[in-house]
């Protein structure tokens, strides 16, 4: 069963510093409040959801339906509306704000946003491919992918072959990134490492789906702070 996510938007990089002396890369992410539009009954669609809306937009853009939708919700308009699906409505209603207290006890996430777009690339950056010699017996294919059909038969290119093509700009979700800290005045989160996009992407977090046991930075520093307290005998 999904948890509920919020939407971001990836500011930068910067780097957070432990009392041991650790430097660990982070990026901030600054989160929207999101808005409760709508919840969803189970004897309407066969399932429990919430729907939530985020980010500001002008009533001129919005579509006649959408005017109406709004309007009967009472709410202000959305630029965009995301459904979660929950086991219970008991803790959700209509008109309720949702901020970083989504992750409140949360340690891990999951990260989906777009990568960056590199445009056209050859086969070699795009897959990794080593190219053709770059010694004698090759003209000018030192950087081509090399053969992609066969005979007569079947005689044609298959679908998905690895080629040169557009690289990047693709949907990709990261897993169990740690927070590292969240400052709930600035609305801002930072997340241990790097995540997928440019600057000024679109972040959805959400509550990380696998059940994982690995420690935090601060429970691996309190590990190595209770290790350096016992006697030398006794670790032994």
């Known amino acids: 069963m999904s948890e509920i996510a919020l939407i971001g938007k990836k500011i930068g990089m910067t780097r957070e510093f432990y009392k041991t002396g650790q430097s660990v890369p982070v990026t901030v992410v600054k989160m929207e409040k999101g808005r409760i539009i709508d ?39 959305k630029r965009k509306l995301k459904e ?50 770059a010694s004698h017996g090759v003209s000018i294919s030192h950087r081509a992918h090399g053969s992609t059909g066969q005979n007569q038969d079947p005689g044609k290119v298959f679908k998905n072959k690895k080629m040169a093509g557009h690289m990047g700009n693709k949907v990709r979700t990261m897993q169990n990134i740690e927070i590292v800290k969240s400052d709930n005045e600035n609305n801002l989160l930072y997340l241990k490492g790097s995540i997928p996009g440019s600057k ?37």
């Open 39 to 77: 919840l969803v009954q189970e004897d309407k669609r066969g399932y429990k959801a919430v729907q939530v809306g985020f980010g500001k937009i002008k009533n001129s853009k919005l579509s006649k339906s959408m005017k109406g939708y709004f309007t009967k919700k009472n709410t202000e308009p």
């Open 84 to 133: 979660f699906r929950v086991d219970s409505l008991d803790n959700y209603k209509e008109g309720n704000e949702l901020g970083l207290e989504v992750f409140k006890d949360v340690k891990f996430v999951d990260i989906k946003s777009t990568t960056i777009g590199k445009g056209f690339a050859g086969a070699m950056k795009r897959h990794n491919f080593s190219g053709l010699r």
């Open 200 to 236: 000024n992407t679109e972040v959805l977090v959400k509550k990380s789906a696998k059940n994982i046991k690995k420690l935090t930075m601060d429970e691996k520093i309190a590990e190595i702070e209770r290790i350096k307290k016992i006697p030398d005998k006794k670790k032994k």
